[in-house]
């Protein structure tokens, strides 16, 4: 069993393999990243890999600082900054290739002190001395890679990066034998659509705030295929106007509310605080669960419709007891559907 940051870690930690009967160890490993694309999991590579300095606004609560503060503590010169006994120091270049190390001329000033590092360390590098993309990581067999069956469209690649800090936590295992295209990042990231809809429409702009990197694109993407909704254009509570109608494909949302309405206490509160904008004589007097069954309003309304015509029967002392029992028996038929909703499950609708 093998995480996939196990696996990066293992290869990384492999280049400072060297021959100790021709050469002298490596003085650290450089990881450079052009692109960035490790930027958003190097906080939780760090916890894995604790001998990472990262190349950056000075910062020692993370191993940050610029290139001669690294060179300071690659040799040891800063106070409490030590890699673990028997690791080499790993320096996480973000922004940087290897072709700008080599161009000295021409490599920024700040980048500068670490050029020389190039000719005493070695490169974590993929094939053919490349650096090493998440993309290519997870494809490639050699060096270290998954060797995974990547699906090589862009849109693939992109979902990949976006998905990355689930899939570091994931058993190699589970990725193996299987087609990563992007439907399955998609999977990975939002493992259950619906129940992050409802979250959404629960929580509302503190479920946003608590998303896990890379869920809240991947939610967007999915109200614009399956739901016609734009999270980012269209407020929560246009979104609970077509959740409690049951649009479309909002119906799968609406169903998986019914499995555990309990769970997501605050959707009631939101749709009482929204207008439903039904014609009011149809709206109201049709008592039928299945149209308007979505709105708390409307099963309210019911309940206080059933209670007054309870009490009606009990202000009328001329009724004879056969016209109650048949008066009772028309309620029962108009409002015994209310048992089987979500209100009623809820305790709304006890009547």
Same mark, same amino acid.
């Given at each position: 069993?093998?995480?996939?940051?196990?696996?990066?870690?293992?290869?990384?930690?492999?280049?400072?393999?060297?021959?100790?009967?021709?050469?002298?160890?490596?003085?650290? =490993?450089? @990881?450079?990243?052009?692109?960035?694309?490790?930027?958003?999991?190097?906080?939780?590579?760090? =916890? /894995?890999?604790?001998?990472?300095?990262?190349?950056?606004?000075?910062?020692?609560?993370?191993?940050?600082?610029?290139?001669?503060?690294?060179?300071?503590?690659?040799?040891?010169?800063?106070?409490?900054?030590?890699?673990?006994?028997?690791?080499?120091?790993?320096?996480?270049?973000?922004?940087?290739?290897?072709?700008?190390?080599?161009?000295?001329?021409?490599?920024?000033?700040?980048?500068?002190?670490?050029?020389?590092?190039?000719?005493?360390?070695?490169?974590?590098?993929?094939?053919?001395?490349? #650096?090493?993309?998440? %993309?290519?990581?997870?494809?490639?067999?050699?060096?270290?890679?998954?060797?995974?069956?990547?699906?090589?469209?862009?849109?693939?690649?992109?979902?990949?990066?976006?998905?990355?800090?689930?899939?570091?936590?994931?058993?190699?295992?589970?990725?193996?034998?299987?087609?990563?295209?992007?439907?399955?990042?998609?999977?990975?990231?939002?493992? #259950?659509?619906?129940?992050?809809?409802?979250? @959404?429409?629960?929580?509302?702009?503190?479920?946003?705030?608590?998303?896990?990197?890379?869920? @809240?694109?991947?939610?967007?993407?999915?109200?614009?295929?399956?739901?016609?909704? !734009?999270?980012?254009?269209? #407020?929560?509570?246009?979104? /609970?106007?077509?959740?409690?109608?049951?649009?479309?494909?909002?119906?799968?949302?609406?169903?998986?509310?019914?499995?555990?309405?309990?769970?997501? %206490?605050? =959707?009631?509160?939101?749709?009482?605080?929204?207008?439903?904008?039904?014609? /009011?004589?149809?709206?109201?007097?049709?008592?039928?669960?299945?149209?308007?069954?979505?709105?708390?309003?409307? !099963?309210?309304?019911?309940?206080?419709?059933?209670?007054?015509?309870?009490?009606?029967? /009990? #202000?009328?002392?001329?009724?004879?007891?056969?016209?109650?029992?048949?008066?009772?028996?028309?309620?029962?038929?108009?409002?015994?559907?209310?048992?089987?909703?979500? @209100?009623?499950?809820?305790?709304?609708?006890?009547?």
């Amino acid at each position: 069993m093998e995480t996939v940051i196990q696996r990066i870690v293992k290869s990384i930690r492999s280049s400072a393999k060297y021959n100790a009967d021709a050469y002298v160890g490596p003085a650290c =490993i450089l @990881w450079p990243d052009k692109d960035r694309q490790w930027s958003p999991v190097i906080p939780s590579i760090r =916890i /894995a890999l604790p001998e990472l300095l990262t190349l950056g606004d000075y910062d020692p609560e993370t191993l940050t600082g610029p290139g001669i503060w690294i060179r300071c503590a690659i040799a040891g010169s800063i106070e409490g900054i030590r890699p673990p006994e028997g690791t080499v120091p790993v320096v996480y270049m973000p922004g940087v290739s290897r072709q700008e190390l080599r161009a000295v001329e021409e490599c920024e000033e700040s980048i500068k002190p670490l050029v020389e590092l190039q000719y005493r360390g070695s490169f974590w590098s993929g094939p053919e001395s490349r #650096d090493w993309t998440v %993309p290519a990581f997870f494809s490639s067999s050699e060096k270290g890679g998954l060797g995974l069956d990547l699906d090589k469209k862009d849109a693939a690649k992109s979902a990949l990066r976006e998905a990355l800090p689930i899939l570091l936590g994931m058993d190699i295992s589970e990725l193996e034998g299987i087609r990563l295209d992007k439907a399955y990042f998609v999977q990975v990231k939002l493992p #259950d659509p619906e129940v992050s809809v409802l979250r @959404w429409l629960d929580g509302g702009e503190e479920y946003r705030k608590a998303t896990v990197a890379g869920t @809240w694109p991947t939610l967007v993407k999915y109200c614009e295929d399956k739901l016609n909704l !734009n999270p980012e254009l269209e #407020d929560v509570g246009s979104a /609970a106007r077509r959740f409690a109608d049951r649009e479309g494909k909002w119906s799968n949302v609406w169903n998986r509310y019914r499995e555990a309405p309990r769970r997501y %206490p605050g =959707i009631r509160r939101r749709l009482l605080d929204i207008h439903p904008g039904h014609e /009011a004589e149809v709206f109201w007097v049709d008592p039928s669960p299945g149209v308007y069954d979505g709105w708390p309003q409307w !099963n309210d309304y019911q309940e206080n419709k059933l209670l007054a015509e309870l009490a009606k029967l /009990a #202000d009328e002392d001329a009724l004879e007891p056969e016209a109650a029992r048949k008066r009772i028996l028309v309620m029962e038929e108009n409002h015994a559907g209310r048992r089987g909703t979500v @209100w009623a499950e809820l305790g709304y609708a006890p009547l």
